[in-house]
């Protein structure tokens, strides 16, 4: 039996793991689980370039109707906290407050470990996981980008 094809919605945040991105969608296409391997990169400026009129498509939306799995990885601190506090002031943070929540989300946190071991930080993911029933896949632990040890 086959699985089905998914379309897979990839968010990078600013944090300095972004730059695994490419690693990441690779071995979700070698895994077989996308319809097709297309990268589009956007920014938050691309949110409203096309739109000059009603009925223009909005990039949020267009995104939310498109996914059928959003993936935030990595999450930083900065859009951890934003979405637990139900912000919206950019394109993944629209995308979230338009998401249908019938769908997966899937969240990995990337930040320093002094960023990690503050407690808004257990509070905000507790939110996404037990309010907003977001799948919480947890950084490891390697030298960091700074060169100290901790949770990537």
Known sequence: MSQKKINILIGATGSVASIKIPILVQSLHQESLTK??????????????????????????????????????????NTLGKVANGLCDNLITCILR????????????????????????????????EQLGFQVIPPISKKLACGDMGNY
Not at 105 to 123: E, I, K, L
Request: aromatic share 12%.
């Open 36 to 77: 097709e391997l297309g990268v589009e990169v956007t920014t938050d400026a691309d949110e409203w370039k096309a739109w000059s009129k009603m009925s223009d498509p909005v990039l949020h939306i267009e995104y939310r109707n498109w996914a059928d799995i959003f993936v935030i990885a990595p999450l930083d601190a």
């Open 98 to 129: 338009a998401w249908d929540m019938t769908r997966p989300v899937v969240v990995c946190p990337a930040m320093n470990t002094f960023m990690w071991d503050h407690p808004f930080t257990s509070t905000h993911l507790r939110i996404l996981n």
